[in-house]
């Protein structure tokens, strides 16, 4: 292996062989490039979707007031369902429920409940979300300064507010704004916190009050128009189970049927989550095959050239044996050449499938359906490694098959 003479050997062969040589690197280079690009895709696509549930809790169930599309006790369809502090109230109770939250829409609007905010001449819309303590733990506010909203903001129906990093910046030019006053609608709140969030920019440019502060100031009486709340450690069967307990409580309360699918609407976080987590399991698997074909194409070139290769050869294998070369020098020299291509065309072949996934990933922007394409290192290189190991197994038989032939029939068969 550290022998010069070896090596000038070993270059020389693959140097008067350019196109085979190249050939061959191509193969194996291609067969790890695309199992790298393959791999790194599809983490990708995992990443944009985790993504997506990063600023939710993942174990969250959300509820929303419909209309009923049956008939029920008597009441006629097309009802509007809206929950109200008694609804809330009545979660509390239930078994199972962890942390609970409600939000009231100031302006009727499930999205895009933007109201009109000012400090001095800065006004801008912002959307504004009226909600209970708990709801920090549902969307995982990172509090930065300050506080959060507390039981005795709702009580007293104090004007405060918790605000995010932007909106401060915005308004004020700079985040250490604890203690000053924003008027919203025109309607004055003090500010107490400044958040964070782990999701999209978006999630950042926004208010949140005390619920019953917003049904005082905005004329909302009791309504409260969405339900939200967290279910601890339970797994997607007891989560399910929970969620038609919850339904059966509000549609006795709301009276509606409770196999009404329209009355309530119901979001259940962690049963998504599970269901993306085995579709993506699937199209991982799906991938790696893939990525795994065209390592084998790479596999298989690779020992069809090497065969061919030590055929050419077998003349010179003949006349090395006639001059005193043993079977372990030949099977040695051939292996060599075999691994060094593998080698050296393995690890192209594996920066250029990193280098553009590093490509992809400072272009195309972090989005819910693709965000930091990457690939498991020890994954590519252990991949590199069964090339390599391929390519040294394509090359050994071959050479041991030659070498035990008898000068004689070695240079016969290579004339």
Do not use: C
């Amino acid at each position: 292996m550290f022998s010069a003479d070896r090596w000038y050997e070993v270059l020389s062969t693959l140097g008067r062989n350019p196109l085979r040589s190249i050939l061959t690197a191509l193969a194996i280079a291609w067969g790890i490039f695309m199992l790298v690009l393959l791999l790194g895709m599809g983490r990708g696509l995992r990443n944009g979707t985790e993504k997506a549930f990063a600023d939710d809790a993942a174990n969250s169930v959300w509820i929303f007031g419909g209309s009923t599309s049956q008939p029920h006790a008597g009441l006629p369809v097309n009802r509007r369902i809206v929950f109200d502090n008694g609804a809330y109230d009545a979660l509390r109770g239930v078994d199972g429920v962890d942390k609970l939250t409600g939000r009231f829409f100031a302006r009727g609007a499930m999205w895009g409940n933007e109201l009109q905010t000012r400090v001095g001449a800065k006004v801008s819309s912002f959307d504004v979300r009226s909600v209970h303590p708990d709801h920090q733990h549902l969307e995982k506010t990172i509090v930065v300064a300050g506080r959060f909203l507390n039981d005795r903001d709702l009580a007293e129906k104090r004007k405060v507010t918790v605000i995010g990093e932007p909106v401060a910046e915005f308004l004020w030019g700079h985040t250490d704004v604890i203690g000053q006053t924003l008027a919203i609608s025109g309607v004055s709140f003090t500010v107490v916190g400044v958040f964070t969030d782990e999701g999209d920019a978006g999630e950042l440019r926004k208010l949140y009050i005390p619920i019953t502060t917003a049904q005082l100031a905005f004329n909302g009486a009791d309504r409260v128009n969405m339900l939200m709340f967290t279910v601890g450690d339970k797994g997607v069967g007891e989560t399910a189970a929970l969620v038609e307990e919850v339904k059966a409580l509000l549609a006795e309360r709301e009276r509606f049927h409770p196999a009404d699918p329209q009355a309530a609407r119901i979001r259940n976080n962690l049963e998504q989550y599970a269901t993306f987590q085995e579709i993506f399991w699937i199209l991982e698997l799906i991938i790696g095959g893939l990525g795994a074909l065209a390592l084998v194409a790479g596999i298989v070139g690779v020992s069809n050239i090497m065969i061919v290769a030590v055929n050419e050869r077998t003349r010179e294998i003949g006349v090395r044996k006639a001059l005193g070369a043993t079977p372990t020098t030949i099977v040695g020299t051939i292996l060599q050449e075999s691994l060094f291509l593998t080698t050296v065309a393995g690890y192209l072949g594996l920066v250029a499938g990193v280098a553009l996934l590093e490509v992809v990933s400072s272009l195309v922007p972090a989005s819910e359906y693709f965000a930091n394409p990457q690939v498991d290192l020890q994954v590519a290189l252990i991949a590199n490694g069964v090339l390599i190991a391929a390519g040294a197994v394509a090359g050994f038989f071959p050479a041991l098959t030659a070498a035990r032939l008898s000068p004689v029939v070695a240079m016969r068969e290579g004339a």
